[in-house]
C-alpha cells in the first residue's frame, strides 16, 4: 500500500522464524475461532436490552457485511473511517471490512469534523461510517458538513436511522455469495490513530500478523481463557480495549467481551456483577472513580480478578489501592497504538506491580534509553527518552514521510517521546514527556495544534498551552493568553471552547483553565518558559 513502511527484510524473516508472524489474517482468524468456538458467547450488548452474539454468528454476520460492502463497490486495499461507539456493529463492520480486505480508520466517537476531515483526506477514504446518534450527539450532521468539504467521499453509511444517508449494507438475501479478494498477512489490517503530539494526529498502520501478534501475546501475558468475561470499558476503536488484549485476545483466547455503553462505575460495576466478568481495562481517572465507588457501591463483584491499568502512569497510591477495595489484581500497561507494550506479570512482586509501568512485552522489542542532547544511550537507571523497535511497532507513519524522517532513527529505532528509567529486572518507570503532548485522562492532547487553533482567536495576541497536575484526570489543560490590542476585554472560557468547537476540535482537546497575563516568560533563546509559566500558576 502505498504510504506505508515495511520492516527490512532482515527481520521479517527474524520475527517469522521466532514465530511471532504467522501466515494469518484477522478476518481468516475469526473463521477459525468460530470453528472452534461456536455456539459459545463471543460478545455481549452491555446496554440494558443489549442482544448476545455467538461466535458462529459473529463469524456469519461478518461474512454478510463483507458481501454487502464489496456490492458497493469496496475492493481490498481501499479505506473506510470507522467511528462507530461500543455496540456490536462495531464488531461486525470491523470484521466484514477485514475480511474484504479494506482498510479501516478507526476514529473515535469524541473526533469531530476537524479530526474527521483530516482523517477522511488523509486515508483518502471512500466511506465513513458512523452511528445515527451516540450520547446525543448526531453524526449524520456532522457527516453532512464532512461530504459537503471533502466532495470526494463517495459513501456515508448509518448503524441505525440513516436519515439522508445509506444504512450499513448487508449481503442481499437469496444471492450467492461472491468470493472476496484475500488480504495478505503481511498487508496493512487497520489505521489507528495516533495521539497527535504535533500537529494533527497521524495514522499507525497495522498489518494483520503484527496486530495479531499484539492481540495473543498480550492475552497470555493477562493469562485469558476460555472461561474469561472481558469488559470493554473504553472506547472500543482505541488500541488498549481493542488488541491489548482487548476484544481481539479475548476472542483468541475462546472468551466473552462485554461492551459496556459508558466507562461509568455505576455502568461497570452493574455489568461486572450481571455478566460476571473477570477482566477489564481503565484508564487511571476511571480506575480512581472505581476504587472510590467500591465505598458504597453493593454490585457483586466476586467474579473480577483483573483490572488493567494503562493510557496513563497510574499512581503508586492508587495503585496500592486496588487489590484491598476491588478485590481483584492490578497490572500496569504502558503502551502505544504505534506498538510497544509493556505489563507487569501477573507473577511480579508487589512492588513492581504498583511502582513500575511494566516490561517489554516481547523478548524482540529493543529497547534504548536515550540522552536527548546527545543520543547517546543513558548510564542504566538514569532518565532518557525511550527508542523501541521491534516486531509489532511501526516503522513509519502512514503517509508521513516528512515526519518519519525526524520521528525515526536511520537504523529503525522509534522515539516515542516518552521519558522513562529502566531497572535492572527490565521494567520502566514513566517519568514524563519529551514531547509537547498533554495526556488528559488517558487521550494525548498537542499543545502545538491547540496553540495554532487558540492563536487564530481575535482577542489573542500570544497563547501557551501545557499541561498541569490533577489527581483526578492526570494532567488539565492550561491555556495562557496576552491578549490582543484590539480586545476590549478577556475571553471567558467558555467562548474560547465554543470558539474551538466551531472550528472543528473534538471537547477533550479544548482547555481546562484559562489564565490572562500581561507578557509571557522566555528562555535564554527566546523561546516561551513554559516550565516558568507553569510554576507561577496557582491551584485552582
Given at each position: ?32 475461532w468460530?470453528?472452534?468456538?461456536g ?7 452491555g ?20 458481501q454487502?460492502?464489496r ?16 455496540v ?16 479501516p ?13 483530516h482523517?477522511v ?38 448503524a ?13 438475501p ?33 498489518t ?7 492481540a ?10 476460555a ?11 482505541h488500541?488498549?480495549?481493542?488488541a ?9 483466547a ?57 493510557g ?6 492508587l495503585?496500592?489501592?486496588?487489590t ?14 504505534e ?32 540522552d ?14 525511550l ?15 516528512a515526519?518519519?524522517?525526524g ?13 522513562v ?7 520502566l ?12 485522562g ?45 480586545a ?6 467558555k ?21 490572562v ?13 513554559k ?6 500558576i496557582?491551584?485552582?
Amino acid at each position: 500500500m502505498r504510504g506505508f513502511t515495511p520492516w527490512p527484510e532482515e527481520y521479517a524473516e527474524r520475527y517469522r522464524a521466532a514465530g511471532y508472524w504467522r501466515d494469518e489474517t484477522l478476518g481468516g482468524l475469526l473463521r477459525q475461532w468460530a470453528e472452534r468456538s461456536g455456539d459459545a458467547v463471543a460478545l455481549v450488548d452491555g446496554r440494558p436490552d443489549g442482544s448476545r452474539y455467538s461466535y458462529a454468528e459473529l463469524n456469519r454476520l461478518a461474512d454478510a457485511r463483507a458481501q454487502g460492502l464489496r456490492e458497493l463497490g469496496l475492493r481490498a486495499g481501499d479505506r473506510v473511517v470507522v467511528q462507530l461507539p461500543n455496540v456490536p456493529e462495531f464488531a461486525v463492520t470491523l470484521f466484514g471490512l477485514l475480511r474484504l480486505g479494506v482498510v479501516p480508520v478507526l476514529a473515535l466517537p469524541a473526533h469531530r469534523q476537524l479530526e474527521i476531515e483530516h482523517f477522511v483526506r488523509l486515508a483518502e477514504a471512500r466511506a465513513y461510517v458512523i452511528p445515527d446518534r451516540h450520547e446525543g450527539f448526531d453524526y449524520r450532521g456532522l457527516a453532512a458538513s464532512v461530504r459537503a468539504a471533502v466532495p470526494e467521499l463517495e459513501h456515508v453509511l448509518v448503524a441505525g436511522e440513516p436519515g439522508d444517508f445509506a444504512p450499513l449494507p448487508d449481503a442481499v438475501p437469496g444471492r450467492a455469495p461472491e468470493p472476496l479478494d484475500q488480504p495478505g498477512p503481511g498487508d496493512v489490517a487497520v489505521l489507528l490513530i495516533s495521539g497527535g503530539t504535533t500537529g494533527k494526529p497521524k495514522l499507525i498502520p497495522r498489518t494483520h500478523r503484527d496486530y495479531a501478534y499484539n492481540a495473543r501475546a498480550s492475552a497470555e501475558v493477562c493469562g485469558l481463557v476460555a472461561e474469561d468475561v472481558y469488559l470493554a470499558c473504553l472506547p472500543i476503536a482505541h488500541n488498549f480495549p481493542l488488541a491489548c488484549p482487548g476484544f481481539l485476545g479475548a476472542l483468541g483466547a475462546g472468551a466473552t467481551t462485554v461492551l459496556a455503553p459508558a466507562p461509568s462505575p455505576d455502568v461497570g460495576l452493574r455489568l461486572v456483577e450481571r455478566e460476571r466478568v473477570t477482566v477489564t481495562a481503565l484508564v487511571p481517572p476511571m480506575a480512581r472513580m472505581w476504587v472510590e465507588a467500591a465505598g458504597w457501591d453493593t454490585s457483586d463483584r466476586s467474579s473480577l480478578r483483573l483490572l488493567q491499568v494503562g493510557g496513563a502512569k497510574l499512581d503508586q497510591g492508587l495503585a496500592e489501592r486496588v487489590t484491598p477495595e476491588l478485590g481483584c489484581g492490578v497490572q500496569q500497561v504502558f503502551g502505544m497504538a504505534e506498538g510497544l507494550l509493556n505489563y507487569t506479570r501477573l507473577d511480579d512482586p508487589a512492588d513492581l506491580v504498583n511502582g513500575t509501568q511494566g516490561r517489554p512485552l516481547c523478548p524482540d522489542d529493543e529497547i534504548r534509553v536515550v540522552d536527548g542532547e546527545t543520543g547517546a544511550d543513558v548510564p542504566p537507571g538514569e532518565v532518557g527518552e525511550l527508542f523501541t523497535r521491534g516486531p509489532y511497532t511501526l516503522r513509519g507513519y502512514f503517509r508521513a514521510d516528512a515526519y518519519n524522517a525526524g520521528a525515526f532513527t536511520p537504523d529503525g529505532f522509534y522515539k516515542t517521546g516518552d521519558l522513562v528509567r529502566r531497572l535492572p529486572s527490565g521494567h520502566l518507570v514513566v517519568a514524563g514527556r519529551s514531547k509537547e503532548v498533554i495526556n488528559r485522562g488517558g487521550e494525548n492532547v498537542s499543545a502545538t495544534m491547540l496553540e495554532d487553533h487558540l492563536a487564530e482567536h481575535p482577542s489573542i495576541a500570544q497563547v501557551a498551552v501545557f499541561g498541569l497536575p490533577d489527581e483526578s484526570v492526570g494532567e488539565r489543560v492550561c491555556a495562557v493568553v496576552v491578549l490582543s490590542a484590539e480586545a476590549d476585554r478577556p475571553p471567558k472560557l467558555k467562548e474560547l471552547r465554543a470558539f474551538l468547537a466551531d472550528r472543528g476540535l473534538a471537547r477533550f482537546v479544548t482547555p481546562d483553565r484559562l489564565v490572562v497575563r500581561e507578557k509571557l516568560p522566555v528562555t535564554g533563546v527566546g523561546k516561551i518558559d513554559k516550565r516558568a509559566l507553569a510554576g507561577s500558576i496557582e491551584p485552582a
